[in-house]
């Protein structure tokens, strides 16, 4: 039996022998040139039942996810050899009924089942039929690990579970500062009403900060980060943010900006560029030490693109060696002093989505080095 394509791409269609067949059982793939596709080559689990109901093909793939040898797989019963549960341990085979259900089904969609031992796999299934409404002639069912999936449930029971203890402490402080004031207003003094007002208020932004991260962490997960991209004067931005640090009471001496003029035109959306470098000084003022350097620059010669590149440097510890592939991973922290964790994956996320590239290191001066670079670029409707 020919298990493979049919129809104008025959022609192309290269037919070799599954590894650990039967005899006079093969399996058809098409590869380039005509060459042989063989079943152990493809990433996901692959069982071919034949019109008997005994499976004819059970790949590597299969017998690493199912942990089912090939050879107690091979010639039995697919019921038999794949004893699948749904997860209300019901028998899936029974409830499917493959070869004896309706003659207008063609498959199964893709579910999370149990192997015996709780091994879980998902599945789907394809029922091949010579005819519309014909028997079934071969079943081929897919398998896949549930590794990765389980490693995005986790991220994301993470992330709601970090967001959440994040919110309930400004929460709470609104709440109750609201609550206090309009039960006892007449008892304050205008000083006492403006210190708690402003709380709330530095608060009410900490909410606000923490929803944006969640709106930003979506959509570059998704990939809908919507740039509007506009000349930016990167040197400008840096001085900016410096000036507001120096205005919220750091000492002036802390930063030191240099710029090698000229700099290429670069083509950016403003408030993501400035989410960046809100960030990076951010983390440098907060878990860095000493004066932090800013410098900003044409990119390296030896890039590819043209560009302007900034790196923000600190006179801190520094960022461990085996942390540095972790850093724009969601909830890494370089230190216990607060966060989400959130912060420099998603500016990793912004800088990627202009087309750049951001790298972190060990600076000069002993501490965290970042340098993000983004090309020239120009809007769409210029292009």
Not at 20 to 34: I, L, N, Q, R
Not at 108 to 112: A, I, V
Not at 200 to 210: E, G, S
């Given at each position: 039996m020919a298990v493979g394509m049919s129809g104008p791409r025959a022609t192309r269609?290269?037919?070799?022998?599954?590894?650990?067949?039967?005899?006079?059982?093969?399996?058809?793939?098409?590869?380039?040139?005509?060459?042989a596709l063989d079943p152990d080559d493809l990433p996901d689990g692959l069982v071919v039942a034949d019109e008997t109901g005994r499976i004819i093909c059970f790949n590597a793939a299969a017998v690493r996810i199912t942990a089912v040898p090939r050879a107690a797989a091979l010639g039995r019963p697919v019921e038999h050899a794949l004893p699948l549960e749904d997860l209300k341990g019901?028998?899936?085979?029974?409830?499917?009924?493959?070869?004896?259900?309706?003659?207008t089904r063609v498959g199964?969609?893709?579910?999370?089942l149990l192997l015996p031992g709780g091994r879980e796999v998902l599945v789907s299934a394809r029922y091949v039929r010579e005819s519309p409404t014909g028997p079934v002639s071969r079943l081929v069912i897919s398998l896949r690990g549930t590794e990765a999936r389980r490693r995005t449930e986790r991220s994301d029971a993470e992330l709601i579970a970090t967001v959440a203890h994040e919110l309930r402490s400004p929460l709470t402080s609104v709440k109750g500062f609201t609550a206090t004031l309009l039960a006892k207003w007449e008892r304050f003094t205008d000083a006492q009403k403006r210190l708690m007002l402003e709380t709330?208020?530095?608060?009410?932004?900490?909410?606000?900060?923490?929803i944006t991260e969640l709106l930003d962490i979506s959509r570059i997960d998704s990939g809908r980060l919507e740039l509007r991209r506009q000349p930016v004067d990167l040197s400008a931005a840096v001085e900016r943010h410096v000036r507001a640090h120096t205005a919220a009471g750091q000492d002036p001496g802390r930063f030191l900006v240099r710029t090698c003029q000229p700099l290429p035109?670069?083509?950016?959306?403003?408030?993501?560029?400035?989410?960046?470098?809100?960030?990076?000084?951010?983390?440098?003022?907060?878990?860095?030490?000493?004066t932090v350097t800013i410098d900003v620059a044409p990119a390296p010669a030896k890039s590819d693109e043209r560009g302007a590149a900034v790196t923000v440097s600190d006179e801190g510890p520094g960022?461990?060696?085996?942390?540095m592939s972790r850093v724009f991973t969601r909830f890494w922290r370089g230190s216990k002093r607060g966060g989400t964790g959130l912060g420099l994956y998603i500016v990793k996320g912004i800088v990627e989505a202009h087309g750049g590239t951001i790298t972190v290191g060990r600076g000069p001066g002993g501490g965290a080095e970042f340098r993000f670079m983004l090309p020239v670029s120009t809007p769409a409707y210029m292009q």
């Open positions: 269609t290269a037919v070799v022998r599954a590894a650990g067949e039967p005899d006079g059982v093969t399996v058809a793939g098409t590869g380039p040139g005509g060459q019901r028998r899936w085979w029974e409830l499917t009924d493959p070869y004896g259900g309706l003659a199964q969609p893709e579910r999370n709330v208020y530095a608060d009410a932004n900490r909410v606000t900060r923490l035109a670069v083509w950016a959306d403003p408030d993501k560029v400035d989410q960046v470098l809100g960030n990076l000084l951010e983390n440098a003022v907060r878990h860095g030490e000493g960022i461990p060696e085996e942390s």
